[in-house]
């Protein structure tokens, strides 16, 4: 006997659904899987860093916010966890997320779920705590940039990018165990590092080994 769809009674992700379902329009399950991660304090960065990815500084303040007007120690604040898989992107959105998540008064927890290049890699290393999948690869590099405009102008953007590039290595140098020589070595060119050599150069601390320790 078919099924009445108008006294069908179900429940989607713990959103009840109303008995007359026949012109419903259920949840988007991305929207509903952010929300779950947005209260298990869970951002993916799986996109190149752009204008959009400044929304991740806005949601680790807010959590720090949060955090703060409710009088909750640090060491008791739920820590924040970023998943990478990202190609890099912009160094200005870089260095605000950098910032962001140096200053976060709670935990932010790094884990590499694939890649984290250039851009991301910088990101990444700002995090409180890092750890990676076992087949994640992690790129260092200077990057490139373009210039337009006169010859003053292009000149003094060259000696900002070379400023910021410089700032860069000084950041990568402090926040791992890579030895200088060796890092200025490899840091004019795309190096690309696995998961092993991203513990011995101490770029993160563990490589996971189970789901249940990042989820």
Same mark, same amino acid.
């Given at each position: /006997?078919? /099924?009445? +769809? +108008? +006294? $069908?009674? #179900?429940s989607y992700l713990n959103i009840s659904i109303p008995q007359d379902v026949e012109n419903m329009q259920l949840p988007n399950p991305e929207l509903l899987t952010f929300y779950r991660n947005y209260e298990d304090r869970i951002l993916w960065i799986d996109d190149e860093i752009n204008d959009y990815s %400044?929304?991740?500084a806005k949601y680790i303040m807010q959590w720090n916010k949060d955090d703060k007007d409710a009088g909750i120690k640090k060491e008791d604040r739920k820590p924040i966890k970023l998943l990478f898989f990202s190609p890099g992107g912009d160094l200005n959105v870089n260095?605000?997320?950098?910032? #962001? %998540?140096? $200053?976060?008064?709670?935990k932010v927890?790094? %884990?590499n779920c694939g890649m984290a290049a250039s851009a991301a890699c910088f990101i990444y290393l700002s995090c409180h705590e890092r750890y990676t999948l076992p087949n994640a690869q992690f790129l260092i590099h200077q990057g490139a940039g373009s210039f337009e405009g006169t010859y003053d102008i292009v000149v003094s953007a060259i000696m900002n990018y070379q400023r910021e590039i410089e700032n860069l290595g000084k950041f990568v140098l402090s926040r791992t165990t890579i030895p200088e020589d060796i890092f200025y070595e490899n840091f004019a060119t795309d190096w690309y590092l696995d998961a092993n050599e991203a513990i011995e150069y101490g770029l993160c601390s563990k490589i996971?080994?189970?789901l249940d320790e990042i989820i």
């Open positions: /006997m078919p /099924m009445n +769809k +108008k +006294k $069908l009674a #179900t %400044i929304e991740y260095n605000m997320l950098v910032d #962001t %998540i140096a $200053l976060s008064e709670t927890i790094g %884990i996971i080994t189970s």
